[in-house]
């Protein structure tokens, strides 16, 4: 269970000034956004090189959309995808984030046929074969996130991106779980890392108002509890709003988050 937060969240006039601060802080991941990184990968080498601060994962930033109905648009995502699995191996990071669909359904519905949902879902996994068998390949992750209703009607909870993982069968597709989206959408967060984290591979972390854990009322500490017992072991990446300077707030927060362990 080590802590990481993302590139964008951390002052600092260049990369290796950001992993100096985190170091300094108490993390040991640092997580990049995907939109451009391929034109990094030697910049992020070299800062990281030697640092206690290790790339942890590279979330979305890829162009299309998987579950569109255009095929120029899921063959864009793939080959974006791709890109960035093949980066995150490149970087040593564990995988790629990514979220099949943001929005509402964007394929018809043929029923009786077969739903929207339906028609989704068998994509999504046939896709996902593909990628994972990709992510295999070149030794990275394809890191499924569901997110809240509001950004997703399609995979909102880990049992959701579970039964997708379980039809991939690939030991490279996996899940992550966003704190911020598993308060809105599980009963209780310990009992869906309990019941339905098996793939879980890395996390997000951020309290009830999507501000810094210690700001709302999720209940970090279960949480963690339930991560550790299932023998999570990556990296809980900051993805949230800072009501401070971070100077201050993000070692707070470190700080915070150790305490919430077990
Ligand atoms: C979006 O709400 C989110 O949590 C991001 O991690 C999406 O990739
Ligand atoms: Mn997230």
Redesign the pocket.
């Known amino acids: 269970m080590k802590l990481a937060c993302q590139e964008n969240m951390v002052p600092g006039r260049d990369l290796k000034e950001k992993l100096d601060k985190l170091a300094a802080w108490g993390y040991e991941g640092i997580e990049f956004w995907g939109r451009g990184l391929a034109s990094r990968v030697d910049e992020i080498n070299s800062a990281c090189d030697n640092m206690p601060v290790k790339p942890s994962s590279i979330?979305?930033g890829y162009r299309g959309c998987l579950l569109d109905p255009d095929p120029e648009e899921r063959n864009l995502a793939v080959s974006d995808i791709k890109e960035l699995l093949r980066v995150a191996a490149d970087i040593g990071a564990a995988g790629l984030?990514?979220?099949p669909l943001f929005g509402g359904p964007r394929i018809p519905d043929l029923s009786p046929y077969a739903d929207a949902i339906a028609l989704e879902k068998r994509l999504l996994i046939e896709l996902c074969k593909d990628l994972a068998a990709y992510a295999q390949e070149v030794g990275s992750l394809l890191l499924l996130?569901p997110?809240?209703r509001y950004?997703t009607h399609l995979i909102c909870r880990l049992e959701q991106g579970e039964e997708i993982c379980d039809h991939v069968a690939n030991p490279h597709m996996m899940m992550m779980a966003?704190f911020?989206?598993m308060n809105i959408e599980e009963q209780v967060i310990e009992k869906a890392i309990r019941e339905h984290g098996k793939y879980v591979r890395h996390i997000?972390l951020?309290d009830s108002i999507r501000w810094l854990p210690g700001y709302g009322h999720t209940d970090f500490r279960s949480g963690f509890q339930a991560l550790a017992d299932i023998g999570f072991e990556g990296y809980m990446a900051l993805?949230c709003h800072i009501p401070g300077p971070p100077d201050e707030e993000l070692p707070k927060c470190a700080e915070f988050l150790r305490a919430q362990m077990p």
């Open positions: 979330c979305a984030i990514f979220v996130e997110l809240n950004e966003d911020f989206h997000h951020a993805e």
